[in-house]
């Protein structure tokens, strides 16, 4: 199976600042017919499902403010908040779909310093 | 808008079985995908699988064999997971989730349905 390994576990960052989560894919994502890379990213509060954020790595489902970016090809992803809001407290996942079984990382608690 | 509505939570005895629902609204069903995902306590999110609300078809990830069973009723835009011989470690909240555009994306989830199998 993919496996997808993100880093820090947890981080805590003050308000305002920039928070970076990386993701790491066992391998390549990109679908070369296409030239998408077939990772996302996922953010989940406590006591509710998931919401997506980024899709194709790096773009913004609608709604999501523009603070959140994804970025990376292949196997080496990032996800930044670039000034963290105290509503960012929160798990955020990545997820591959390249290939089945789809795999999520298993996440990242952004917390606030 | 786009909802997906679980049903409540199930208490379960070791060896039982249950049907979860997932009741879709404000889009057409047939035209997008519904994946599983489960999410132990305290744990990560792990995708169990998808069905085709247009064929019917399953995918179930690895793991997901056997014991566990995606299906509809389009009649009432509704998917279904039904897991038998119920274990201790199937104690999780399961999502239910559209697939949007091309299915690879989930841009809208259900409130989960928690289960505990315990004796």
């Known amino acids: 199976d993919f496996v997808v390994t993100q880093s820090p576990d947890s981080l805590a960052v003050s308000l305002g600042e920039r928070a970076t989560i990386n993701c790491k894919s066992s391998?390549?994502?990109?679908?070369?017919?296409?030239?998408?890379?077939?990772l996302s990213w996922y953010q989940q509060k406590p006591g509710q499902p998931p919401k997506l954020l980024i899709y194709?790595?790096?773009t913004r489902e609608s709604g999501v403010p523009d603070r959140f970016s994804g970025s990376g090809s292949e196997t080496d992803f990032t996800l930044t908040i670039s000034s963290l809001q105290a509503e960012d407290v929160a798990v955020y996942y990545c997820?591959?779909?390249?290939?089945?079984?789809?795999?999520f990382g298993q996440g990242t608690k952004v917390e606030i310093k | 808008q786009v909802q997906l509505v679980q049903s409540g939570s199930e208490l379960k005895k070791p060896g039982a079985s249950v049907k979860l629902s997932c009741k879709a609204s404000?889009?057409?069903?047939?035209?997008?995908?519904i994946n599983w995902v489960r999410q132990a306590p305290g744990q990560g999110l792990e995708w169990m699988g998808w069905i085709n609300t247009n064929t019917g078809n399953p995918t179930y990830a690895q793991g997901f064999t056997g014991r566990f069973v995606f299906s509809l009723d389009t009649s009432v835009t509704t998917a279904y997971l039904q897991i038998g011989s119920l274990k201790t470690e199937d104690t999780a909240v399961y999502y239910c989730?559209?697939?949007?555009?091309?299915?690879?994306?989930?841009?809208?989830w259900g409130q989960g349905t928690l289960v505990t199998v315990s004796s």
């Open positions: 989730a559209r697939g949007k555009g091309d299915g690879y994306n989930y841009d809208s």
């Open positions: 404000g889009y057409s069903f047939t035209t997008s995908a």
């Open positions: 391998q390549s994502v990109l679908y070369s017919s296409n030239n998408k890379n077939y």
């Open positions: 194709w790595a790096s």
């Open positions: 997820h591959q779909y390249f290939t089945t079984p789809r795999t």
